[in-house]
């Protein structure tokens, strides 16, 4: 007896082939969305110190206020873990297209509102706290925004580019700097500081509208990506991605969270508190210290992509490894830079962001890298975040409390201590785990 294999039946339809998305498609996609997050984060960091410790903390001494300015800040790195969670439930629920849709609209509209609010002056306490709730959820919006854009670049790259895919969306921090920086200094070649303070201000928060509408014309331009595609065809998809991670993921949560930790203290030094600094201690004109802001930004971004190329030929764990021991030099000699005059802090941002960008640029590919297609947008966007409040939430508060107690070698220590920490981590960590 033969066995013979069943021929198809004559009426039935051929499948319809799977879309896929361009590679241009896919990066513009993972830039674009990375870089409205980041531009809506960081236009509330630089308000955070050049206006709203007058407007919405006027009570307080001046370094109270920016203590308080900096509080309201670090809210944000807190919502994020609880974004990541909800967020990520949906990204490895429904999908990851929808669930970016939906992150771009929450940080966005929580953003808008921001520039629409009353001052301490005209409503009293309740302005700070509408501040405050604001702020929860910008990091709300970001927390579900990282993860699912990473997994959109990664996702799609071919063999042998993952880094260099998932560079991509790391590049939003700096272009989101750029671009936030950029607009205060504009405002301010056109009306004075007390017109910023009165109403300039707002504009970059309502001009983050326009930025919303061209992101949502752009993420719904994007097909599912292939990996959550294969998971849905092989009915991989678990009911509650959160608890399959925890249940079966915790060392991968626990040791990338602290291989991030250094990235985000040197990000947050190197920006938000160096901006302070530079305007309430060294006393630099509001120009001057957002000229600083740009210049970290460019260099920022023209690191990235260099330590894309680098993290997939010379291998992405040895990269990090690498910039790892360098930043932990480089807190040695943090606090000379930061109190010998203008010169020496423009050495200090070009060397902390190339140093950052070094960092950033891996860090997206390294985190996504122990999960598997059914936890990782939930894996990925949690060990970000919380790393977010452990290295960058308070980072500001501490630095400034440090300098302000100890003495700038003080917050040298900070630094070189996370390293230390991310250092160990990734040691930890096995070769498929970064």
């Given at each position: 007896?033969?066995?013979?294999?069943?021929s198809?039946?004559p009426?039935?339809e051929?499948?319809?082939p799977?879309?896929t998305?361009?590679?241009?498609?896919v990066?513009?996609?993972?830039l674009?969305?990375?870089t409205?997050?980041?531009?809506d984060f960081?236009?509330y960091?630089?308000?955070a110190?050049?206006v709203?410790p007058?407007l919405?903390?006027?009570?307080?001494?001046?370094?109270?206020?920016?203590?308080?300015?900096?509080?309201?800040?670090?809210i944000a790195f807190f919502?994020?873990?609880?974004?990541?969670?909800?967020?990520?439930?949906?990204?490895d629920?429904?999908?990851?297209k929808?669930?970016?849709?939906?992150?771009l609209?929450?940080?966005g509209?929580?953003?808008?509102?921001?520039g629409l609010?009353?001052?301490?002056?005209?409503?009293?306490?309740?302005?700070?706290?509408?501040l405050?709730?604001?702020?929860?959820?910008?990091g709300f919006?970001?927390g579900?925004?990282?993860?699912g854009?990473?997994?959109l670049a990664?996702?799609?790259?071919?063999?042998?580019?993952k880094?260099?895919?998932?560079?991509?969306?790391?590049l939003?921090?700096?272009v989101?700097?750029?671009?936030?920086?950029?607009v205060?200094?504009?405002?301010?070649?056109?009306?004075?500081?007390?017109?910023?303070?009165s109403?300039?201000?707002?504009v970059?928060?309502?001009?983050?509208i326009l930025l919303?509408?061209?992101g949502?014309?752009?993420?719904?331009?994007?097909?599912?990506?292939?990996?959550f595609?294969?998971?849905?065809?092989?009915h991989?998809?678990?009911?509650?991605?959160?608890?399959?991670?925890?249940r079966?993921?915790?060392?991968s949560?626990?040791?990338?969270?602290?291989?991030a930790?250094a990235t985000?203290?040197?990000?947050?030094i190197?920006?938000?508190?160096?901006?302070?600094?530079?305007?309430?201690?060294l006393?630099?004109p509001?120009l001057?210290?957002l000229?600083?802001?740009?210049?970290?930004?460019?260099?920022f971004g023209?690191?990235i992509?260099v330590?894309?190329?680098?993290?997939d030929?010379f291998?992405r764990r040895?990269?990090l490894?690498?910039?790892t021991v360098?930043?932990?030099?480089?807190?040695?000699i943090l606090?000379?830079?930061?109190?010998n005059?203008?010169g020496?802090?423009?050495i200090f941002?070009?060397?902390?962001?190339?140093?950052?960008?070094?960092?950033?640029g891996?860090?997206?590919?390294?985190l996504?890298?122990?999960?598997?297609?059914?936890v990782r947008y939930t894996g990925?966007?949690?060990?970000?975040?919380?790393?977010g409040i452990f290295?960058?939430?308070l980072?500001?508060y501490i630095a400034?409390y440090?300098?302000a107690?100890?003495?700038m070698?003080?917050v040298?220590?900070?630094?070189?201590l996370?390293?230390v920490?991310?250092?160990a981590?990734?040691l930890?960590?096995g070769?498929?785990?970064v």
């Open positions: 007896m033969t066995n013979a294999m069943p198809a039946s009426s039935a051929p499948l319809a799977v879309a998305n361009s590679p241009a498609r990066l513009t996609a993972s674009v969305g990375t409205i997050e980041f531009f960081y236009v960091a630089t308000a110190v050049l709203f007058t919405f903390f006027p009570n307080s001494d001046a370094t109270t206020a920016l203590l308080a300015s900096f509080a309201t800040f670090s919502a994020r873990p609880l974004g990541a969670i909800v967020f990520g439930h949906f990204g629920r429904v999908g990851r929808t669930t970016l849709v939906a992150a609209l929450t940080m509209i929580s953003t808008v509102v921001i609010l009353p001052s301490y002056s005209q409503i009293g306490v309740l302005a700070p706290l509408l405050a709730l604001c702020r929860f959820g910008q919006g970001l579900g925004e990282w993860g854009a990473v997994l990664t996702e799609n790259a071919p063999p042998g580019k880094t260099w895919y998932g560079m991509f969306p790391q939003g921090a700096p989101g700097l750029f671009l936030s920086s950029g205060f200094w504009i405002l301010l070649h056109f009306i004075s500081q007390e017109a910023l303070l109403w300039g201000w707002r970059p928060f309502l001009a983050s919303i509408a061209i949502l014309w752009v993420r719904l331009s994007i097909t599912e990506t292939p990996a595609q294969k998971a849905i065809d092989k991989e998809r678990v009911e509650v991605p959160v608890a399959e991670l925890f079966k993921h915790k060392r949560l626990f040791l990338g969270t602290f291989v930790l985000f203290v040197l990000f947050y190197g920006s938000a508190y160096l901006l302070s600094y530079n305007i309430k201690v006393k630099m509001f001057d210290a000229e600083v802001q740009i210049l970290g930004s460019i260099v023209l690191a992509p330590i894309g190329k680098l993290g030929r291998g040895e990269m490894i690498l910039t360098l930043i932990g030099l480089f807190s040695f606090p000379s830079l930061m109190t005059g203008e020496a802090i423009f941002v070009v060397l902390a962001m190339v140093l950052m960008g070094m960092t950033y891996l860090i997206g590919t390294a996504a890298a122990p999960f598997p297609t059914a990925s966007s949690i060990t970000f975040n919380l790393a290295g960058a939430s980072a500001p400034t440090l300098q107690n100890y003495g070698t003080y040298g220590y900070y630094l070189g996370s390293a920490i991310t250092l981590c990734i930890l960590s070769k498929d785990e």
